[in-house]
Antibody, heavy 120, light 107 residues
């Protein structure tokens, strides 16, 4: 079955760039679907960050757009998130997910999530 | 952005109870609404899509209804494994937005 797995540093310094990767298994990204990133600050709700298609087309949450880059590597069957100029407010669990029904619609398969703390 | 408001924020109920959560959108979203279940320390799980369609493998005690701005999520007979936080999410307009969550506890 389709599985997603996030990876990346758990600690990032303020003003630096957060970088995460989501490895997809059980399905070839090149075959279709959209793929997204969602985050959840400790004890808080869910915030969609952005989504990407295998062609590389992206859409970002306007609230984060100036700092976000999502890219896809079909040869490695993975997609990545970069968030620049991080602050403590970016501390959160970051999830990657399959965006099933189109751009930013229904997230039906999720990774387990990875906690990223922004601190010096 | 479309604001999604859930009520209540928390709910305590007994096993076997019928549980209802509501979600209100700040503007008409047709039926472009999902419901997710999140257990502590776990990723959210999609339960219902398009307001009323049950995701494959989800027990039939879960259901959803509504359209426009007002939506309802129901558990017909609460089970101990249903303890979780539930979120609604709209995808009529970008960016997709989530409700603040409803934490469900066993009485």
């Amino acid at each position: 079955q389709v599985q997603l797995q996030e990876s990346g540093p758990g600690l990032v310094k303020p003003s630096e760039t957060l970088s995460l990767t989501c490895a997809v298994s059980g399905y070839s990204i090149s075959s279709g679907y959209y793929w997204g990133w969602i985050r959840q600050p400790p004890g808080k709700g869910l915030e969609w960050i952005g989504s990407i298609y295998h062609s590389g087309s992206t859409y970002y949450n306007p609230s984060l757009k100036s700092r976000v880059t999502i890219s896809v590597d079909t040869s490695k069957n993975q997609f990545s998130l970069k968030l620049s100029s991080v602050t403590a407010a970016d501390t959160a669990v970051y999830y990657c997910a399959r965006d099933r029904d189109g751009f930013a619609t229904s997230f039906d398969i999720w990774g387990q999530g990875t906690m990223v703390t922004v601190s010096s | 952005d479309i604001q999604m408001t859930q009520s209540p924020s928390s709910l305590s109920a007994s096993v076997g109870d019928r549980v209802t959560i509501t979600c209100q959108a700040s503007q008409d979203i047709s039926n472009y609404l999902n419901w997710y279940q999140q257990k502590p320390g776990k990723a959210p799980k999609l339960l219902i899509y398009d307001a009323s369609n049950l995701e494959t493998g989800v027990p039939s005690r879960f259901s959803g209804s509504g359209s426009g701005t007002d939506f309802t999520f129901t558990i017909s007979s609460l089970q101990p494994e249903d303890i979780a936080t539930y979120y609604c999410q709209q995808y009529d307009n970008l960016p997709p937005t989530f409700g603040q969550g409803t934490k469900l506890e066993i009485k």
